[in-house]
């Protein structure tokens, strides 16, 4: 199973945001949205061997299975409506939910930050890839189909995070800084190659 990690540093924690402004009252959330679009979505369907964790500012994580992933259109709006229900879900749970709470199929939510979501994701791919405009070039790396590439959104690392990272192998994309989404495409496109 392929999954991405996408770092949300200024989005909303809250579903008091309008859908007709993702960019603003959302904190960038319409990042998080494309990032989810290039994960998931093909020309006619989508990927189902996939997972993207969205990190809300290190305290939310939003994730998305794509084997149970329904109503899951290719804009902007409508995957903000579902990430909205899943934080109205985690709104209304209690303070201390240890767990995740399913919030439409495929999507689930949880009180966690990155730590716990490395830690967890450790026991689970055969390798955790951070994405890095200084890291070595992606085409001449040994890459499992079972990864986890983590990328930021529109923001730098933080330090925290870079310590946190600083164990894992850092891949380039290419000689230009990529958005968000484009760099899922092109990872996508580089492991489809190689599949068998």
């Known amino acids: 199973m392929r999954v991405f990690i996408v770092l949300g540093h200024t989005a909303a924690l809250t579903p008091d945001f309008t859908l007709n402004d993702l960019p603003g009252s959302a904190g960038r959330l319409d990042i998080l949205c494309r990032c989810v679009t290039a994960a998931f979505c093909l020309s006619h369907g989508i990927r189902r061997q996939i ?3 969205l990190v809300l500012q290190d305290r939310i994580t939003i994730r998305l299975d794509g084997r149970y992933l329904r109503h899951l259109n290719p804009d902007e709006r409508s995957t903000g409506a579902l990430l909205q229900k899943a934080l109205q879900k985690i709104q209304q749970a209690a303070p201390d939910l240890p767990d995740e709470l399913r919030s439409t199929p495929g999507i689930f939510v949880s009180r966690r930050g990155l730590a716990q979501l490395l830690a967890q994701l450790r026991r689970q791919v055969e390798q955790i890839i951070w994405l890095h405009e200084g890291g070595r070039d992606l085409r001449s790396a040994e890459l499992d189909q079972s990864s986890a590439f983590v990328l930021s959104d529109h923001r730098d ?11 894992f192998a850092r891949l380039s994309l290419g000689p230009q800084i990529l958005h968000a989404d484009h760099c899922i495409t092109v990872v996508h496109n ?3 190659r190689r599949e068998p």
């Open 190 to 192: 580089e492991l489809d």
């Open 157 to 167: 690392f933080s330090p925290e995070e870079e310590t946190l990272l600083g164990e």
């Open 51 to 53: 997972n993207v964790y």
